[in-house]
C-alpha cells in the first residue's frame, strides 16, 4: 500500500453485535490530513463508525449513513472535530450495530497526506468591528478569500474575545491574534488565544511582565511600525520578540524604510530577525486595502501553527501585492528557502516572478548591496553565498504617485555557515 496508505480488517462476530469495538492504526509523522473509507456487506449489516486521536480522545462519529471520513486541522467532515493530526495509534470506532449470523467483515483504508512545503499568502496585520475596524470577522474573512489569500491574523487591539468566530476552513487559516496596544507601542501577540490575563502595563517591568506571560501561554511575538512617528515602539528593543514588521500597508515610507534600516544593523550584527509585513487594515480608503502588503510563507500546511513556524524561521517574504513579487530559490538543483543557511561559495539561483521594466533586483550582504536589471514579468540572477553573515534580496520599484523608488518585495536573508 505504501508509506501514505494502509489497510486494517476486523471481523465482527454476531456476539458482537450492539458492542463499540476499538480498531487501531498507526498516524504516522508529518501527516497534513487523512481519509478513512470502510466497506462490508451493507445488505447484510449496519456499522457504525466513529474516532479517537493518538491520545484517545473523542474526535467524532457519524453512525453508517458515510462510507468515508476526512480529519484535518482545517476541514474534517461534519461531525469530526478538526485539530492538528499527531502520530501514534489511533482508534477507529466500529459500532456493531446490527451483525449478520454469519458475521462481516469491515475493511477500513486510510489515505494519509503528508505535509509538504507550498507558498501561501496572507496579512498578518487586520482589524475587525472587535477593535476599530470597520468589517466583521466575517467580512475580513470574505475579502481575503476574494483576494486569493490563504491565511490571515485579525489582531485586535488588546482583545482575543473574538478569536475563534472567525474559524479557519478549506478555504482560509485564521490565525489567532491581538495587537497589544500600548502608547509607547503595538506587538503582534500571534498563535495563542488568550495570550494575556491583562494587558495593562504602567512600568516597563509590567510590559515585560505581560509579553512574558503571552511567550508563556505560546504566542509569538511581532513587533508591529517600529518606527511609526505616532505609534512606533518606545520601550526599548531588549525584549524577547520572534518577528518584525518591516512593511505597514498603514504607514509612510519613510517610516518603513526606517523599519528597514533599523532590521539590516541587526542583520550585520548577526541577529537572525524574521520579517513579515502587515496591512493594518481597518476600512477601505485610500493606500489602506488588506494584502497591502502581502505575507508569503513557504509552509508545510496550511494549519495555523505550519503558517507561523515558517515565518518564525524566516521562510518567507513581503511584497506589495498578493500577485507579487514572488520568490524562489534552488541551490544545486534542490528548492531551497529563505530563512536557510547554506555554505559559503554555494550558487544560488533566484527566480523573482512578477518583476516589471525598469525594476532593480538588490542583493544586501552585510554592509553592502548592488543592483542588477530585472526583466519584465520574470527575473532570474544566480549569486554565490558570501564567506560569512547573510545574504538577500530586494525589488526596488519607482512609484511614480509616490514620487519614490521603493522595495516592492523584501525577503528574509539566507544565511552563510557550514562548509562545502
Not at 509538504?116 to 470574505?142: K, W
Not at 524566516?314 to 534542490?334: C, K
Not at 536557510?340 to 516572478?353: F, H, M, S, Y
Amino acid at each position: 500500500m505504501g508509506e501514505n496508505e494502509v489497510t486494517v480488517q476486523r471481523f465482527v462476530e454476531k456476539k458482537e453485535e450492539g458492542l463499540y469495538i476499538t480498531v487501531p492504526f498507526a498516524v504516522p509523522e508529518e501527516v497534513e490530513s487523512f481519509r478513512i473509507s470502510y466497506a462490508y456487506d451493507r445488505s447484510a449489516a449496519i456499522i457504525d463508525i466513529g474516532l479517537n486521536d493518538s491520545r484517545g480522545a473523542f474526535i467524532g462519529w457519524a453512525g453508517s449513513d458515510r462510507a468515508q471520513l476526512t480529519v484535518s486541522e482545517v476541514n474534517s467532515s461534519p461531525g469530526f472535530k478538526m485539530g492538528v493530526i499527531q502520530s501514534g495509534t489511533w482508534e477507529i470506532l466500529l459500532g456493531a450495530y446490527h451483525v449478520p449470523d454469519a458475521g462481516v467483515m469491515v475493511t477500513y483504508t486510510v489515505e494519509f497526506e503528508r505535509k509538504h512545503v507550498r507558498l501561501l499568502r496572507g496579512d498578518m496585520h487586520m482589524h475587525s468591528v472587535a477593535s476599530d475596524g470597520a468589517l466583521t470577522g466575517e467580512e475580513l474573512r470574505e475579502t481575503a478569500i476574494s483576494q486569493g489569500l490563504d491565511f490571515i491574523a485579525i489582531t485586535d487591539h488588546n482583545n482575543y474575545f473574538y478569536i475563534g468566530r472567525t474559524a479557519s476552513d478549506e478555504k482560509l487559516t485564521v490565525i489567532p491574534g491581538v495587537e497589544w496596544t500600548h502608547y509607547k507601542g503595538h506587538i503582534n501577540l500571534l498563535g495563542s488565544t488568550h495570550p494575556f490575563t491583562n494587558f495593562i502595563a504602567n512600568s516597563d517591568a509590567q510590559m515585560r511582565a505581560v509579553l512574558a506571560q503571552a511567550k508563556r501561554n505560546g504566542a509569538i511575538l511581532s513587533v508591529n511600525h517600529p518606527f511609526c512617528p505616532n505609534c512606533g515602539w518606545r520601550f526599548g528593543f531588549d525584549i524577547p520578540f520572534d518577528m518584525v514588521e518591516i512593511w505597514n500597508g498603514g504607514l509612510s515610507p519613510k517610516a518603513n524604510l526606517a523599519c528597514a534600516s533599523w532590521w539590516d544593523r541587526l542583520l550585520q550584527e548577526g541577529r537572525k530577525v524574521p520579517i513579515v509585513g502587515g496591512s493594518d487594515f481597518h476600512r477601505f480608503q485610500f493606500g489602506h486595502i488588506p494584502a497591502f502588503p502581502c505575507t508569503f510563507a513557504y509552509a508545510k500546511s496550511r494549519s495555523a501553527a505550519d503558517i507561523l513556524d515558517a515565518l518564525k524561521s524566516g521562510r518567507g517574504f513581503a511584497a506589495i501585492s498578493p500577485e507579487g513579487p514572488i520568490l524562489s530559490l534552488q541551490a544545486a538543483g534542490r528548492p531551497v528557502y529563505t530563512g536557510d543557511t547554506l555554505a559559503p561559495g554555494t550558487q544560488v539561483e533566484a527566480k523573482i516572478a512578477g518583476t516589471k521594466a525598469g525594476d532593480s533586483i538588490r542583493l544586501v550582504t552585510s554592509g553592502s548591496s548592488t543592483l542588477h536589471p530585472a526583466a519584465p514579468r520574470s527575473t532570474q540572477i544566480q549569486f554565490e553565498m558570501p564567506e560569512s553573515g547573510y545574504l538577500r534580496l530586494e525589488v526596488i520599484r519607482q512609484i511614480d504617485a509616490l514620487g519614490l523608488s521603493i522595495p516592492v518585495m523584501i525577503a528574509n536573508p539566507l544565511y552563510a555557515g557550514g562548509s562545502l
